[in-house]
């Protein structure tokens, strides 16, 4: 297939002229998936709102949650009941909130708060944008650490935890990240816990935002962190997070998260200060709804009978468009999660980014990617397939293709 710059212009102008408007920039689930979750709008009633041990949920307290909604994020986090708090529907919300504390307070094991500073922070790239964000907000300097297809790169992470006492945490979305769909190995899981930090109150931020969201039989599974930072020794160095926000309701889910003990009441001393308790009406719907992890695993897979043939879409039409032999632009293939990672050839991605907004087509901010909005290849571009149909999927990514393709054959 030879298209000239001419035959690809014309496409583009075709594409104009169509007026199209579409959204590809953030993962959000679309409204058939949740449906699928209505159940919960009736799972707590006027006559049945009492936990199993006949607290009534209407009312305050139950600073940790639920006990049946501890236990079920527990087999979610494969942790001991007493290792987990389970919160509102953010556990974005929840990663802030515990950067803060250690900013203002300081964690366990340490010396005292972040805010006296300076502070450095490893963030694996590309990446998520809301993560890096709020370690900018606290004025970190933020450390880009480039991803291995199976995880961050452990030499560098290894390196600078090693070498520098400023070096205080990382991010890590440990199963089918966001945007590159990787998972962690098993041996970078080892590494992560048993490595050398210089700081003694070293931490990992373990997003396990999509630790159920398999597409298809072939699954990632991933060490437990937790176990193995106790282990070797190194226990209290990661908080996991979690949430059903991709799994029931997106603006009113249930969050968690887990750790060990001494970082689990020094959560919840400072959380007392901060909150009565949290939404445990919503909670008890949540556990109503879903039972058990088998509930949420079955519930799965029907967001995956969702989600895959968009998925699907993206691959066929990028691979019919652009061949599969990476001479173009390469993207991944994931098992699970919410992105496809495209990228272009360097120097390529701001370009197409805003050449598929003429054509109407909106796609993630080029860059946003990476710490501080700056690739320094500028090639990266995320690809969230969940919220539009099936048909604007494949019209969308077509759009994609083609100003790859445009902005190849201008340059
Ligand atoms: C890696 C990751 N973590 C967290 C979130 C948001 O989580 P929540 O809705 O629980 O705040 C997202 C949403 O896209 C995400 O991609």
Not at 179 to 201: F, I, K, Q, W
Request: hydrophobic letters at 40%; glycine letters at 8%.
């Amino acid at each position: 297939m030879t298209e000239t710059a001419e035959d690809l212009a014309e496409r583009f102008e075709a594409f104009q002229a169509m007026k199209l408007k579409l959204d590809m920039t953030r993962g959000k689930p679309a409204a058939d998936q949740l449906d699928l979750a209505d159940g919960l709008l009736e799972a707590v009633s006027s006559e049945e709102f009492k936990a199993l041990d006949g607290t009534d949920t209407r009312n305050y307290g139950g600073l940790e949650g639920l006990p049946e909604a501890r236990q079920l994020f527990a087999q979610l986090f494969d942790v001991h009941v007493a290792e987990v708090l389970v919160g509102g529907n953010s556990s974005l919300e929840m990663m802030h909130d515990t950067l803060m504390r250690a900013h203002v307070f300081g964690v366990p094991g340490g010396d005292g708060p972040w805010s006296r500073g300076p502070v450095k922070w490893l963030c694996p790239a590309p990446g998520y944008d809301r993560h890096f964000a709020i370690t900018q907000h606290l004025g970190y300097e933020l450390v880009t650490v480039p991803l291995t297809g199976h995880g961050p790169d452990m030499d560098v992470v290894e390196r600078l935890a090693a070498e520098d006492p400023t070096v205080k945490g990382i991010w890590i979305v440990p199963k089918y990240a966001n945007p590159t769909g990787e998972s962690v190995s098993a041996e970078g899981v080892r590494r992560l816990a048993e490595m050398r930090t210089a700081a003694s109150d070293f931490r990992i931020m373990w997003d396990d935002a999509y630790t159920v969201h398999h597409l298809g039989p072939e699954r990632d599974e991933v060490p437990n962190l937790l176990d193995a930072c106790q282990t070797a020794g190194n226990p209290n160095r990661v908080f996991m997070f979690a949430s059903t926000s991709k799994v029931s309701f997106a603006g009113a889910g249930v969050a968690a998260m887990a750790a060990n003990e001494a970082n689990i009441a020094w959560t919840r001393q400072h959380m007392a200060k901060q909150t009565i308790g949290p939404d445990k009406v919503n909670q008890l719907r949540h556990v109503r709804f879903f039972k058990d992890l088998a509930g949420i695993e079955a519930h799965m897979r029907r967001h995956a009978d969702i989600l895959k043939p968009k998925f699907d879409a993206v691959e066929r039409v990028l691979s019919e468009e652009l061949g599969d032999n990476g001479a173009i632009a390469t993207w991944t293939r994931p098992r699970g999660g919410y992105f496809i990672s495209l990228d272009t050839p360097p120097g390529h991605a701001r370009e197409v980014v805003r050449l598929a907004g003429e054509a109407g087509v909106k796609l993630t901010e080029a860059g946003a990617t990476f710490p501080y909005g700056k690739d320094p290849h500028d090639r990266n571009i995320r690809l969230a397939p969940s919220y539009p149909t099936l048909l604007e999927i494949e019209l969308a990514t077509r759009v994609v293709a083609t100003c790859i393709k445009l902005a190849v054959a201008r340059s």
